[in-house]
T-cell receptor, first 115, second 115 residues
Framework: KAGVTQTPRYLIKTRGQQVTLSCSPI?????VSWYQQTPGQGLQFLFE???????NKGNFPGRFSGRQFSNSRSEMNVSTLELGDSALYLC??????????????FGEGSRLTVL | SQQGEEDPQALSIQEGENATMNCSYK?????LQWYRQNSGRGLVHLIL?????REKHSGRLRVTLDTSKKSSSLLITASRAADTASYFC???????????????FGQGTILTVHP
């Protein structure tokens, strides 16, 4: 069974640009959640999508958005990039929504550097 | 803000020794999970313990949960150099008996096992 796939793995952007990251969950998993990991703030929850609906959202500005497609693949978008957005962005998939609980399967992450 | 706080922040031991990491949290939880992360890569799920459980085992891992103290510990017995990684606890908090529907991660413990 293929694992969670995130693309691209590495990217460099400049301030003011926007970026789109992609996540393909494990086949059959309907929940995709996104996390930002930085040395200062640690791992922080961004949002969860389940069956194409955003179920929950963390404490991030509106520049951070996402969506989920009918095949459960998800994308997150960050607009008007700031230096502080430099981070490892991780997505995780699970069979059930986070509210039901269960094991999360993480991708390898997309490392974003904003110059 | 982080729900879970872990200690120690860093732990250095020799192969064969046991490693104990602790996690404290602030609110009522539905469950608590432990994850492992190798140097900037994705997280790997280790074990999930529900709020009505006190102890769980998985191979060389032993997790305890004390809901009265709002704390959990992860014990790795007979550690190996390959156990070198960061370890995170993650909590699924409850509000009025219902899950918030998101995982909140601690800052993590960096474990180094010397051969």
């Amino acid at each position: 069974k293929a694992g969670v796939t995130q693309t691209p793995r590495y990217l460099i952007k400049t301030r003011g640009q926007q970026v789109t990251l992609s996540c393909s969950p494990i086949s059959g998993h309907r929940s995709v959640s996104w996390y930002q990991q930085t040395p200062g703030q640690g791992l922080q929850f961004l949002f969860e999508y389940f069956s194409e609906t955003q179920r929950n959202k963390g404490n991030f500005p509106g520049r951070f958005s996402g969506r989920q497609f009918s095949n459960s693949r998800s994308e997150m978008n960050v607009s008007t990039l700031e230096l502080g957005d430099s981070a490892l962005y991780l997505c995780a998939s699970s069979l059930f929504s986070l509210a039901v609980a269960g094991e999360l399967f993480f991708g390898e992450g997309s490392r974003l550097t904003v110059l | 803000s982080q729900q879970g706080e872990e200690d120690p922040q860093a732990l250095s031991i020799q192969e064969g020794e046991n490693a104990t990491m602790n996690c404290s949290y602030k609110t009522s939880i539905n469950n608590l999970q432990w994850y492992r992360q190798n140097s900037g890569r994705g997280l790997v799920h280790l074990i999930l313990i529900r709020s009505n459980e006190r102890e769980k085992h998985s191979g060389r891992l032993r997790v305890t949960l004390d809901t009265s103290k709002k704390s959990s510990s992860l014990l790795i017995t007979a550690s190996r150099a390959a156990d070198t990684a960061s370890y995170f606890c993650a909590t699924d908090s409850l509000a009025g008996g219902t899950s918030y529907g998101k995982l909140t991660f601690g800052q993590g413990t960096i474990l180094t096992v010397h051969p």
